[in-house]
């Protein structure tokens, strides 16, 4: 009799196995056609970067956002909802116009930075001046009354407008090293100049606008052709205005020589009070284990010097593509599939650290989070995130996918915990299993992370759909998994710089009152 019950044990395993294999194998080709014969990608690229653009928060192109996702969510039958997790500083980009109106006429290329204060619609016009020399603070404080009806440029001359691989492609040797020696030097002297001078990036424009200059210049080159780094103002004022590279160093030279440039800059913009901050919520309930959860994650928000395309646009994209892929082909998961969408990701990561701390009862029963934060590069590198047993379920996830998909991704276990810089940190803080899915480069850093060239144009549409069906058979293998993932956390090394032991990163709480 046990022998019987033993053997008919065995044949429901194996029959259950070979069943979720086949229904496996059919899914997976299902998702991989979906992908490349009915894909939405580009028609939401296009309706959320060219027509909707930045993400800021606190403008109103973020609210436009959060509707538009709703919008999609509910043709899709999935349902979804802006959750309000607090408040930021409203404020909405206008017209930026610059003019080299002396010597000579040019229209230069820059804008202002987020929340500048506004240059009202007559503009300003005024001569511009660079930063000083100096022996200490008292000297520099002399020198301060000065700028008063001035335009202050506080960013360094660049030496080259030539990133290094364009050096190192054309220039001899000698001419590169001394090149970089040079670069070297100006850098150490202007940074011992700020230092005697007493103030950083963040106090010097405050103590310029006090002493009565009319607005500050400045210019962060992103080390590429053409790119630069577009951050917040926080002049309180006067106008804050980036320009690039090209127009900045010309700009400093006919200062230096002495031609008393004078430039008029328009740059109109509205400030709106306080606004509510959201994320979009959606999710496809589970049929079997409802209360528990795998949760694709992207924040929402940008920066605003472009429109947003591959920090995070592209992320974005491929979760919202995922969901409705998954809500048209495994329409009643085993566990629900949330999405988050996160808002003011780049002040803090504080629309996921809000989720984290409003939902204890969500964060405490996630299967996973899959986060994707880093350009719009194919999936190339998925690390444990510091679990010690991830080693055993992420390989059994990633055994589903197509191997021309797995063979480019590099997985690392146990890996170390994410302390910040994208999504998934704030539910490793909280002790939910969450990886960051790396992608290729593609001059990430330099010409598109936070600058104003990330743009759709930048977007590689053939390593979106890879990482859509990554993503979606990941989520699928997931919430399909009979155990739920280990939590247990590896112990971490000793920091070879302090000696001391590595400590898991702790949670923090969001900022829910930005710029107020």
Known sequence: MKKAYLLLALHLICFTHTSFTQTTDKIVSQIVSEVHVNSQLEILAHELLDVIGPRLVGTPQMQQAHDWALAQYSNWGIAAKNEQWGQWKGWERGITHIDLVSPRIQTLKGTQLAW????????????????????????????LPGVKGKLVMISMKEATGRPDYNWEEFATPESYDRMKKNREV???????????????????PLALEKAGAMGIVSSYWSKGFGANKIFGANTEKIPFIDLELEDYTMLYRLVENGNRPKIKILAESKELGAVPTFNTIAEIKGSEKSDEYVILSAHFDSWDGGTGATDNGTGTLVMMETMRILKKLYPNPKRTILVGHWGSEEQGLNGSRAYVEDHPEIVGKVQAVFNQDNGTGRVVKISGGGFANSYDYIPRWLSAVPEEITQH?????????????????SFIAAGAPAFGLSSLNWSYWNYTWHTNRDTYDKIVFDDLKNNVILTAILTYMASEDPEMASREKRILPVNPKTGEQTIWPEQRSPERKGGL
């Open 409 to 425: 991704i590099e997985t690392t276990f146990p890996g170390m915990p994410a302390g910040g810089g994208s999504d998934n940190a």
């Open 116 to 143: 500048s204060p506004s240059t009202g619609r007559k503009g300003i016009t005024a001569e511009l001046m660079v930063l000083p020399t100096v022996a200490d603070s008292a000297e520099f404080n002399k020198w």
């Open 186 to 204: 100006q850098e150490n002297e202007w940074s011992k100049n700020m230092q005697l001078i007493g103030h950083n990036r963040w106090s010097l």
